[in-house]
């Protein structure tokens, strides 16, 4: 069995799943520690499904999960405590307070209330939701949703955060809030894999880039590299995407 | 054709459409099997004829003029049939309001707002109605097969006294916003749903039980007192017996009243209708606060779970609701319990079967708020916690929960009979663990917001529910009477159990 490397965040090999058909197709990937991730690729490409199967809510068919050294399918708990994972549909409870739904996640991560409290306080006020600390999310907006959502995924300080287009819904206010907690988090010797449809945002934001097709990685590096790969210096790198989605429908 | 009238015509037909669709789906669960459930719907209307030829059978060969105890009775069952389409009424004003997803396409329309609701109180009123001729056709069939055809009139007092509940729920429902606000008014329209529904028999059964020691309502109904009681023959009280009975005149007046009530509704209300639809929807509300600030408590992450839980079913209105309405069934057999104490009734051996059937009732939906409503589900499933543990706190909630509302009742059995209060409180614990079981072994991913649809997502997880609280309750109730039986009852109820267990997704 092949063992992680010690400045691997994550480490995919040969990782696979078949719905009706092939969604992520022996896909290898690395991230390293401290690293800006961005995971590109068109609509049902199998870049969620990759994810999901990282988070441990997706058994996958084959392949191994490695999440900084721990073997995410033999033993889950242990990666799910390093890690936290925001859905593009923020699920939160109505019912529930910012609050006491911050609360509730730092109690089933098992954080000292000394530590989470404090924490809980800081990230919601720091994502301008001090006016509804006590209000039910029943009334909230799907970015506020978003927002607790967040801050629920950073409460328990997690070394690997994956997020599921988080920008989804938010206001440019809040999405340069979001953008900048996340970047402070990656400062901080946190990783950040994240998938975007909003390409500048992966241009601006990431350290590298992965572009996924028909479930396999098509592309992978820093904006340079992916440019010096497609052989043009000055392309934008929606137009990169594109022509590499397009040469994979092709060959497809 | 004007474009305005075209448009109603159209909305209407959407309506009717959507409401054809919605029921479709809960006879169903979503699956288009339409063929299906008509061919079901016939058979079930079918069978149904044979308890409604045992309840009502003896009645069809009744004739004007009534004597006052039989005129007490037909329009004691009229006002309960009244009182349950009401209770179905304010629950679709409600979802009206809250749960269709089309109001911000209806109110963004060039139509008028007073014109489009109009058409929604009518369609709520033509959906009660439907509902309500379905239930009652093999009743009034039954008496047409045995009374003649003047029984005919008593569809169209369904159809009188629908249109009266449709108009009065719209009334109740715009008041409550009026008075409570939006926020409010979801959680107490559904209480008065649930009470209105029960209300009426309840009420029947507690006077019973003080008067003559039954928990039969016939009892009151004919009763001497009751015809004392009652107004002269010629009252306008005994309209709707008398229309049922065949009387021409008198079912014209009741629809006319119906469409009169219904119409005025809609000429006062539709404009109000539109205004509170605008308020709910611009209800991305200053939700509800929570004014005591707690400090983040230290606990296990089970206990993480289980208060998460507890807090939200506390807060959840179909519970609320439903608690309620469970409680309230539960008012007659303790006061039962209550009246046991003063006399040598052996009526109290009722209350074990109703409090097993009530528990084994609230833990198959408790289990599925908790186990299958998770809103949460990534959150719970990327949590460091085996999906085992997870489950269990769950369950623990549920049975807390049971233990909680039925401790008092089967402490206060223990004072008149601790061997009934023994097998009460063992059948409350295997009706609820089975109910649970049965929920765990269907469980779905889906929101608590769904639980409406949570009896059509699995019919064999249903009726494996309903047989499972039956069963548990026939048990306990013989195992106090004929110990023989019970055995055998409950290795039946044992048998449906495994049955279900076999066939389930989690075994299969």
Same mark, same amino acid.
């Given at each position: 069995m092949q063992t992680a490397e010690p400045l691997s965040a994550l480490q995919v090999r040969g990782l696979t799943k078949r719905f009706d058909r092939l969604a992520?197709?022996? !896909? &290898?990937?690395?991230?390293? /520690?401290?690293?800006?991730?961005?995971? !590109?690729?068109?609509?049902?490409?199998?870049? =969620? =499904?990759?994810?999901?199967? +990282?988070?441990?809510?997706l058994r996958p068919d084959a392949g191994s999960v490695s999440v900084l050294g721990v073997d995410a399918l033999s033993d889950p708990s242990a990666a799910k405590q390093i890690t936290a994972w925001v859905s593009d549909e923020p699920m939160i409870y109505d019912k529930l307070t910012p609050?006491?739904?911050?609360?509730? @996640?730092?109690?089933?991560?098992?954080?000292?209330?000394? +530590?989470?409290?404090?924490?809980? *306080?800081? !990230?919601?006020?720091?994502?301008?939701?001090?006016? *509804?600390l006590r209000e039910r999310c029943e009334g909230f907006s799907k970015g506020m949703r978003q927002k607790v959502a967040l801050a629920g995924a950073l @409460? *328990?300080?997690?070394? !690997?955060?994956?997020? &599921?287009?988080?920008? /989804?819904?938010?206001?440019? @206010?809040?999405?340069?809030?979001?953008?900048?907690?996340?970047?402070?988090?990656?400062q901080g010797g946190c990783t950040v894999i994240m998938t975007t449809h909003i390409l500048e945002v992966a241009e601006r934001m990431a350290d590298r880039i992965g572009v996924i097709a028909a479930g396999r990685l098509v592309a992978e590096g820093t904006l340079a590299e992916l440019r010096q790969q497609n052989g043009h210096n000055d392309t934008s790198l929606e137009d990169m995407f594109i022509a590499l989605i397009d040469v994979e429908a092709a060959a497809a | 054709m004007s474009s305005s009238t075209a448009a109603l015509s159209?909305?209407?037909?959407?309506?009717?459409?959507?409401?054809?669709?919605?029921?479709?789906? %809960? %006879? /169903?669960?979503?699956?288009? #099997?339409?063929?299906?459930?008509?061919?079901?719907?016939?058979?079930?209307?079918?069978?149904?004829?044979?308890?409604?030829?045992? +309840?009502?059978?003896?009645?069809?060969?009744?004739?004007?003029?009534?004597?006052?105890?039989?005129?007490? +009775?037909i329009t004691a069952t009229i006002l309960l049939a009244w009182a349950l389409m009401l209770s179905q009424a304010i629950e679709s004003v409600t979802r009206v309001f809250y749960a269709r997803a089309d109001l911000d396409l209806i109110m963004s329309s060039p139509v008028s707002l007073a014109n489009i609701f109009s058409v929604r109180i009518a369609a709520i009123a033509l959906s009660v109605i439907a509902m309500a001729l379905l239930l009652s056709t093999p009743f009034v069939d039954v008496l047409v097969i045995g009374g003649g055809v003047r029984w005919f009139a008593a569809y169209g007092v369904v159809v009188a006294i629908g249109l009266s509940a449709a108009a009065v729920a719209i009334a109740v429902t715009v008041a409550l916003f009026r008075l409570i606000g939006p926020g409010r008014t979801r959680l107490v329209a559904q209480i008065i749903a649930a009470i209105v529904g029960a209300g009426f028999v309840i009420a029947l059964q507690i006077a019973a039980i003080l008067s003559y020691g039954t928990l039969s309502r016939f009892a009151v109904l004919t009763s001497d007192a009751a015809a004392a009681f009652a107004p002269d023959a010629a009252s306008m009280v005994w309209w709707p017996a008398r229309a049922a009975l065949g009387d021409g005149e008198t079912l014209l007046l009741l629809l006319a009243g119906g469409l009169v009530l219904l119409g005025a509704v809609m000429a006062i209300f539709s404009a109000r209708?539109?205004?509170?639809?605008? #308020?709910?929807?611009?209800?991305?509300?200053?939700? *509800?606060?929570?004014?005591?600030?707690?400090?983040?408590?230290?606990?296990?992450r089970q206990q993480a779970l289980r208060r998460k839980e507890f807090v939200l079913l506390r807060r959840d209105p179909w519970l609320v609701s439903q608690t309620l309405m469970q409680l309230l069934y539960l008012v007659p057999p303790a006061l039962m319990l209550w009246r046991s104490f003063s006399g040598s009734s052996t009526a109290i051996v009722l209350v074990t079967p109703v409090i097993v059937m009530a528990a084994g009732q609230l833990s198959g939906g408790l289990a599925w708020l908790t186990i299958s409503g998770e809103d949460a589900a990534d959150l719970v499933a990327t949590a460091p916690l085996p999906p085992a543990r997870v489950i269990r706190a769950k369950i623990e909630v549920v049975l807390i929960a049971i233990g909680i509302i039925f401790a008092p009742l089967v402490i206060a059995l223990a004072f008149a009979s601790p061997l009934q209060a023994a097998i009460t409180a063992l059948g409350v614990a295997i009706g609820s663990i089975s109910a649970t079981a049965i929920q765990l072994w269907f469980r779905v991913q889906a929101k608590r917001s769904q639980f409406r649809r949570r009896q059509t997502s699995s019919r064999l997880a249903t009726f494996a529910e309903a047989f499972s609280s039956i069963g548990w309750a026939a048990t306990a109730a013989l195992a106090l009477a004929i110990p023989a039986a019970a055995a055998i009852t409950g290795l039946i109820t044992a048998a449906i159990l495994a049955a279900t267990w076999k066939i389930s997704p989690r075994r299969v």
């Open positions: 992520v197709d022996a !896909l &290898d990937l690395t991230v390293r /520690t401290g690293e800006f991730y961005a995971l !590109l690729g068109p609509n049902g490409a199998g870049k =969620t =499904t990759t994810l999901r199967m +990282v988070a441990g809510l609050l006491e739904y911050l609360e509730f @996640v730092a109690g089933l991560w098992g954080i000292d209330p000394a +530590v989470s409290e404090p924490s809980a *306080h800081q !990230l919601l006020i720091s994502l301008g939701l001090e006016p *509804h @409460v *328990h300080d997690p070394r !690997l955060i994956i997020l &599921d287009e988080p920008l /989804t819904g938010l206001d440019a @206010v809040s999405a340069r809030h979001v953008k900048g907690l996340l970047q402070q988090r990656v | 159209w909305f209407a037909r959407h309506e009717i459409r959507l409401a054809w669709r919605e029921w479709l789906a %809960m %006879m /169903t669960g979503r699956r288009k #099997r339409k063929r299906g459930a008509i061919i079901g719907l016939i058979v079930f209307a079918a069978i149904m004829h044979l308890p409604a030829y045992a +309840v009502i059978g003896r009645f069809a060969d009744l004739q004007a003029p009534l004597d006052k105890s039989s005129l007490i +009775v209708f539109a205004d509170t639809a605008v #308020r709910v929807s611009a209800h991305a509300t200053p939700g *509800h606060q929570n004014a005591r600030a707690k400090s983040f408590r230290a606990s296990s």
